[in-house]
């Protein structure tokens, strides 16, 4: 194909792209999503203030300095940002709203407390899944599992996986029924009661099957939690810090991941000569502490605003949310943005029926794949072998036991360490970019950990070392991309009308594969010997990349409508796309010509298209 057949090949696509394709509803689903991105554009700033004032005094706000903050409100609703182009503000005002942008951090401190919670309710999330890690070194063993049969690799698989199995089958899909009848607050408050109460289960159990049950009842603990502290966090932060504190969860689960593996070490040398099996006891109790903090803080935080709207409590959400705001007129042009975007939600003919939704609508699906492929590959990447099993991978390397939990601590150090700056990386690079640079050197350090256990036990310094390092290196490669970037993705891939489901389908799909590697794990390795295990889980990540790069469009710094555009778009078109930037890649960096990339998303561009390709 000559290069001016292949221009006008992109060309055609961009012109598909731009056309209105569709049918009537969905033409209409994309006018109405439209319409979610910012339900106030069109508003002349009298009808503003007018709707504002009607507002207040409909659902009795205040006094008259709290109707004329909502009168000014909902001016500020439209464009926040322009806040100089408001008539009224004194200047007391437009340096609060002004250092809201210069010091996005200067919050009350109702809003650092939930901040807080938000940490250390990701902490018990982490904490959950590490201190197993440890103990399972001493109670296989007690249990009479400790011998290396199929039957028992796939009962200990079964044990540490247990509380995935119920967060995809049954506890994540209680997270609407929970938010809705208790509350941000109550359903994380009733979550962190389960984890408690299941991780002091664990350490008095006596058999297999009982530590089974505890730990498939540590999942109602998790599953509505991991999707309830996003979304309190989303709702309750003001917007120049919100995606900051949606990323926290991942952070400072890692920090959690960490924790455990401390909890671990320190517990390594309890005597156990008194009380038997103590100190694995104590490893798989400890987890506890964490949660019963959360239980104890969390009613010093405010509700959720939003939730308060939704159960029409317009006072009590207008009280909420100048708690966690610095001046009454950012919380009325919060609250009344957010009463705004309820309403068009409600008001909206088309999505009642969710679920189907997000099958039936090509825009919907193509998000759905996408979000699918990231959860999916988020354990596929083999994260959470290393998670769950790195202490018996260092055992098996010939490691002292202490010498696998300090080793496995260190991996944790840097898990927590390395996700820090994905804060700042995932909205500079990309989420995509993310992915397509670091799926490859995961599946490299996974090759390097696997092939390092074929050097010889003479070389034992050397071989201890190259597992070490092979470990270390995924977890400084997975940190800053496939582990804060599928929880970011799917939260802003949805349409508003349909996003608690997707998230909810997202979620499980994510725990369900955390079981999936969880019970496999000790039976792969003994089919595949570790070398295989580990290629096993290092193919998957050169097949994420060919998903990611085919069927995965960016979402960096786009708003609701855009989003709409870029879904809208074929799949075929998209895949073709990414086949594209393959060339575009060797020619620029490797044969390093002076190439312009394709700007396939780029609205200027895709104008441009149309009208040649309309005028042709």
């Known amino acids: 194909m000559t290069e001016k057949e292949k221009m006008d090949a992109t060309l055609s696509e961009k012109v598909v792209l731009q056309r209105p394709f569709g049918t009537a509803a969905e033409r209409a689903r994309r006018s109405l999503n439209a319409k979610l991105s910012n339900p106030l554009a069109g508003f002349c700033h009298t009808e503003l203030r007018k709707q504002g004032r009607t507002f207040a005094e409909l659902h009795e ?353 840097i898990n927590w360490l390395l996700s820090i700056p994905a804060v700042y990386t995932i909205d500079t690079f990309g989420r995509r970019n993310l992915l397509l640079l670091t799926f490859p050197l995961m599946a490299m350090a996974l090759l390097f950990t696997g092939f390092s256990f074929w050097i010889p036990e003479s070389s034992h310094n050397a071989r201890l070392a190259c597992i070490a390092l092979g470990t270390y290196l995924f977890g400084v490669v997975y940190s800053p991309g496939e582990g804060p970037v599928p929880f970011t993705y799917t939260a802003e891939v949805y349409p508003l009308y349909v996003r608690s489901c997707g998230m909810a389908l997202g979620t499980a799909t994510m725990w369900f594969c955390n079981f999936l590697l969880g019970v496999t794990w000790p039976s792969l390795r003994a089919a595949f010997t570790i070398q295989g295990a580990f290629s096993w889980h290092a193919g998957w990540c050169l097949v994420g990349w060919w998903l990611v790069l085919l069927f995965m469009p960016e979402t960096k710094g786009k708003t609701l409508e855009e989003l709409d555009q870029v879904f809208s778009m074929p799949t075929r078109l998209h895949a073709r796309y990414g086949l594209r930037q393959i060339g575009y890649f060797v020619k620029h960096y490797l044969l390093r010509r002076d190439i312009i990339p394709e700007t396939l998303y780029e609205r200027e561009e895709l104008v441009k298209a149309q009208d040649v390709g309309f005028n042709a």
């Not at 200067?106 to 982490?126: D, H, N, R």
């Not at 664990?202 to 599953?223: D, E, H, K, Y």
């Not at 019963?292 to 939704?310: D, I, K, N, Q, T």
């Open 61 to 413: 706000m205040g006094d008259e300095s709290d109707i004329r903050a909502f009168e000014l409100g909902a001016v500020l609703a439209q464009f926040p940002e322009q806040y100089d182009k408001v008539a009224g503000l004194t200047n007391q005002e437009k340096r609060v709203l002004r250092r809201e942008f210069t010091h996005r951090w200067s919050q009350p401190w109702k809003m650092y407390a939930v901040i807080t919670l938000c940490s250390l309710s990701a902490a018990v999330q982490g904490m959950d899944q590490t201190v197993v890690n440890g103990a399972q070194i001493f109670y296989k063993y007690q249990f009479g599992i400790g011998n290396e049969s199929i039957r028992n690799a796939w009962l200990l698989g079964l044990i540490n996986s247990a509380p995935y199995l119920c967060c995809a089958f049954i506890s994540s899909w209680l997270t609407v029924p929970f938010n809705h009848w208790f509350g941000r607050r109550g359903t994380i408050f009733l979550t962190c009661c389960f984890s408690a109460i299941a991780c002091l289960w664990q350490g008095f159990v006596s058999t297999w099957w009982a530590m089974f049950v505890a730990r498939f009842m540590l999942g109602f603990g998790i599953g509505p939690k991991s999707a309830t502290v996003p979304i309190y966090a989303a709702e309750t932060a003001p917007l120049s810090i919100r995606g900051a504190l949606v990323m926290q969860w991942h952070v400072w689960t890692a920090f959690g991941i960490m924790v455990g593996y401390a909890a671990d070490l320190i517990f390594y040398n309890v005597d156990s000569t008194v009380i038997v099996g103590l100190k694995w006891r104590c490893m798989m109790a400890s987890a506890m502490f964490p949660a019963l903090v959360v239980c104890c803080f969390v009613f010093a935080c405010p509700e959720s605003p939003h939730w308060y709207m939704r159960q029409k409590q317009y006072c009590r959400a207008y009280e909420s949310i100048c708690m966690l705001r610095n001046h009454k007129i950012q919380a009325a042009r919060d609250l009344y943005y957010m009463h705004t975007l309820l309403e068009a939600e409600d008001n909206m003919k088309l999505g009642r029926n969710k679920i189907l939704e997000l099958i039936k609508v090509p825009r919907n699906r193509r998000a759905m794949l996408a979000s699918q492929i990231v959860m999916f590959m988020q354990q596929f990447c083999g994260v959470n072998v290393i998670s769950y099993y790195s202490s018996e991978i260092f055992l098996e390397a010939k490691f002292s036991p202490p010498a696998a939990l300090a080793a496995s601590l260190g991996w944790g150090l």
